[in-house]
């Protein structure tokens, strides 16, 4: 009886599948199933509601990665790190010492911002400033800010020499630019210039109290790590040093062209992996770890160690 009962399911099931009804049933599902196999891209840009900016990851994902693995990376970062304290839930920026690899996923450069404002950082600088447009869309997204140092040299020294074709006058005209927008802030007491070279201006900061330091200026090698060298010690434990353009010389001249070649130094050394070099050296040398938008001319960012120890304290 049991063999009986079988073929007569079998046969039940061979006469359903001639049903129209049937038939169109099983396409439905089909169709819901592969809708369900496709990569979530909207989630790259999805706003969690406790996170609310949040739309990154903390690390650089493999250049070759699928869109499905790159989709189910964004979502799961969605979700904030948290830990439990007294039976709440602490976001992970609402933490007595928050880490940058706990930050979300950082498409580009102007996804930084809300989060300065969002950890309650008070105090930065930017070096390499031009006519002041970054520090103005930092500035109107960053609004716990109470200083910011603005360093460029804007010409001041008709000796120094850098790639691309600005002249004396251009340098003059981005400051007077960059004295105008930002004067809402100067106003303020929030801004302040600092026409000099950055190596020059750095001593005039206090060592660890800054939060943020933004670094884009020369791009040679040597010029990065001499910025770096001089800016990090102003940081305090747990600040953010970040800068623009995390890539090597020859692709900067593949997508910018021959008058952007950062492979020269200032003092005629050739060291074609430039800003991307001089970064990855001191994150080494440190045993840092490098977060980067993706973007193109990516920004980088490092964290001083909440624990660090300058060496001149």
């Known amino acids: 009886m049991a063999r009986i009962r079988q073929k007569s399911r079998n046969k039940s099931r061979d006469e359903s599948c001639g049903n129209p009804s049937f038939i169109f049933k099983s396409i439905g599902f089909f169709c819901m199933f592969q809708l369900l ?32 693995t790159r989709a189910f990376k964004a979502h799961s970062a969605l979700t904030p790190v948290v830990e439990q304290k007294r039976g709440t839930e602490i976001l992970w920026w609402q933490k007595e010492k928050p880490l940058l690899k706990d930050w979300p996923y950082l498409p580009e ?27 103005r869309r930092t500035l109107s997204v ?25 002249t004396i006058a251009h340098h003059h005209a981005h400051l007077r630019k960059a004295q105008n927008i930002l004067k809402p802030y100067t106003d303020r007491s929030i801004t302040e210039f600092f026409v000099m070279r950055s190596v020059d201006a750095a001593p005039l900061f206090q060592d660890s109290y800054y939060d943020y330091v933004y670094l884009d ?32 010389a020859p692709s900067a001249v593949a997508a910018l062209g021959p008058n952007k070649d950062w492979s020269h130094c200032e003092d005629g050394t050739l060291e074609p992996r430039a800003v991307k070099g001089a970064v990855e050296d001191f994150a080494a040398s440190e045993g840092l770890d490098i977060v980067t938008t993706h973007e193109g001319f990516d920004t980088w960012l490092m964290q001083k160690p909440y624990d660090y120890k300058d060496s001149t304290a």
Request: proline share 9%.
């Open 142 to 166: 960053w609004k716990s800010c109470k200083e910011y140092k603005l360093v460029d040299l804007w010409g001041a020294d008709p000796n120094y020499k850098q790639p691309g074709r600005d």
């Open 217 to 248: 200026a020369r791009h040679d090698y040597c010029a990065v790590k001499e910025d770096i060298d001089a800016y990090w010690p102003k940081l305090r434990p747990g600040g953010i040093l970040a800068g623009h353009d995390f890539i090597d």
């Open 37 to 68: 196999r496709l990569p979530r891209a909207t989630h790259l840009v999805h706003r969690n509601a406790a996170a609310e900016e949040a739309v990154s990851l903390p690390s650089t994902p493999p250049p070759a990665v699928e869109e499905e």
């Open 109 to 135: 450069r102007r996804h930084i911002l809300p989060w300065l404002e969002k950890l309650k950082f008070t105090k930065g600088i930017e070096v390499g400033v031009q006519r002041g447009f970054l520090a």
